[in-house]
């Protein structure tokens, strides 16, 4: 189960929790490198999960270009930082970035990152209202959720974890765990002092799954996101289907 520790107040989107750093590896976390060809990571084949070696990582917009972001490493949040890679180029990997608007993608030297591999992935199904966790091709794990209201729609688009954090109190609105994700809310540039970051978390209140609910998190039971806490790493792609 990736670890856990408190660190400081969280303002998600309706996610006012207690962040803590948390980082470990399922489906297959050995360190490697991939082949040297702009190849695509998507399932069922896995997704490469890339962490950053020292206390940043620049981003750039091409490969060996100029400087455009820097990102540090632990995150805001006390989290390991990692991105997701959207393609291998040998020695410069495409990634995912947490920047809005949401799809953000920069290029980053290999060599300033570690490489790991997962072949699990969730996807989200709001029009059926459900989660899905695949582990290639195998369904792992299924349950109901609840997505955000009309006026707060939750985003379609490809995500990952960025952060797993523990409520003070895990029978509160937020349930026993939630996972930041890299992506905002469409609608809110900020909410509770916050950026307006997506979460997947847990809740108090399971009836109201299966509906529209939030200001853009996506809500699992508490044994589901529980589940998810001991079995899925930072890094992991969460991908929302349009509603």
């Not at 069922?44 to 962490?51: H, K």
């Not at 990152?113 to 899905?132: G, H, K, M, S, Y």
Request: one cysteine or more.
């Amino acid at each position: 189960m990736p670890s856990t520790r408190a660190r400081a107040a969280v303002p998600w989107l309706g996610c006012a929790l207690l962040a803590t750093a948390a980082c470990g590896t399922s489906g297959g976390g050995t360190p490697h490198r991939a082949a040297a060809a702009d190849r695509p990571t998507a399932a069922p084949a896995g997704a490469e999960i890339a962490t950053v070696r020292g206390t940043s990582v620049v981003i750039r917009r091409e490969p060996g270009g100029a400087t455009w972001r820097t990102l540090s490493s632990p995150n805001d949040y006390g989290a390991p930082r990692v991105l997701l890679v959207d393609a291998d180029r040998g020695d410069w990997l495409k990634v995912y970035l947490p920047l809005r608007p949401n799809g953000s993608t920069g290029w980053v030297r290999a060599s300033d990152v570690t490489l790991t591999r997962t072949t699990r992935r969730v996807e989200i199904d709001p029009r059926a209202f459900r989660f899905t966790v695949y582990d290639g091709d195998r369904v792992l794990r299924t349950g109901k959720v609840a997505t955000g209201t009309g006026g707060t729609p939750t985003p379609a688009g490809r995500f990952f974890f960025t952060e797993l954090v523990r409520p003070a109190d895990p029978r509160g609105a937020y349930g026993a765990y939630a996972f930041g994700l890299s992506g905002y809310s469409p609608t809110l540039s900020s909410f509770g002092g916050g950026p307006g970051q997506i979460a997947v978390h847990g809740t108090n209140a399971p009836g109201r799954l299966g509906s529209r609910a939030s200001h853009g998190c996506i809500r699992v039971g508490n044994p589901d996101i529980t589940w998810m806490a001991r079995n899925l790493t930072l890094g992991t792609p969460v991908d929302v289907l349009s509603s």
